[in-house]
């Protein structure tokens, strides 16, 4: 079955620490996402890549760093640095990274700073 | 890309056809239409989209009037499941620009 995993779907952080959040995808796609979703609000792009070794800031990057060693994985890290952590977050990937290349969301994980 | 307007809620009885229109009067050319849905703490997900030609898939169809300013997405039997919130967007064929984002939506209630 293809498609995006995400883990864990909830997690707990105490202010201060560093959290990483797991997306994996076997669709064999070539560009990934990371956004943010808050309550009542539409989703915003955090990070993004288009192929391995690669990735660019999105809208809103403060405080959040990526990696894309391997094709399958770009693993988000939610640092200290960033000030209002508590969100859902949401992995996408797509075949290519053209605005019209579908893309397909994993299941998302839900951050909670207490 | 162009904006689209979409009513904010819609009921549904269980095993009927469910029509949700969406209108994107100021949509171009190179515009294409574009349907996902979130089911309540879940990552969004596609359904279907489309350039001019209606559309079928089997999770729904999608029919885009001829001039291309409005479109309806027809879930064919809805049941339980199909209760989310759906988001109608256009996407710029060829523009650097690949972050998503959806408007509000319309919540669709799906009855029993």
């Known amino acids: 079955d293809g498609g995006i995993t995400q883990s864990p779907k909830y997690l707990f952080r105490k202010e201060g620490q560093n959290v990483t959040l797991s997306c994996e995808q076997n669709?064999?796609?070539?560009?990934m996402y990371w956004y943010r979703q808050d309550p009542g609000q539409g989703l915003r792009l955090i990070y993004y890549?288009?192929?391995?070794?690669?990735?660019q800031k999105g809208d809103i990057a403060e405080g959040y760093s990526v990696s894309r060693e391997k094709k399958e994985s770009f693993p988000l890290t939610v640092t200290s640095a960033q000030k209002n952590p508590t969100a859902f977050y949401l992995c996408?990937?797509?075949?290519?990274?053209?605005?019209?290349?579908?893309?397909?969301f994993g299941p998302g994980t839900r951050l909670t700073v207490l | 890309d162009a904006k689209t307007t979409q009513p904010p809620s819609m009921d549904c009885a269980e095993g009927r056809a469910a029509n949700l229109p969406c209108n994107h009067s100021?949509?171009?050319?190179?515009?294409?239409v574009y349907w996902y849905r979130q089911i309540h703490s879940q990552g969004p997900q596609y359904i279907i989209h489309?350039?001019?030609n209606n559309e079928t898939n089997e999770m729904a169809s999608l029919i885009i009037t001829e001039d291309r300013k409005s479109s309806t997405l027809i879930l064919p039997h809805a049941t339980l499941r199909d209760t989310a919130v759906y988001y109608c967007?256009?996407?710029?064929?060829?523009?650097?620009?690949?972050?998503?984002?959806f408007g509000a939506g319309t919540t669709v209630t799906v009855r029993a």
């Open positions: 489309g350039l001019k």
């Open positions: 967007i256009v996407r710029v064929a060829g523009q650097n620009d690949y972050k998503l984002s």
């Open positions: 890549s288009q192929i391995v070794n690669d990735f």
């Open positions: 996408a990937s797509s075949i290519r990274l053209l605005s019209t290349d579908t893309q397909y």
């Open positions: 100021t949509i171009s050319g190179n515009e294409y």
């Open positions: 669709l064999n796609h070539d560009a």
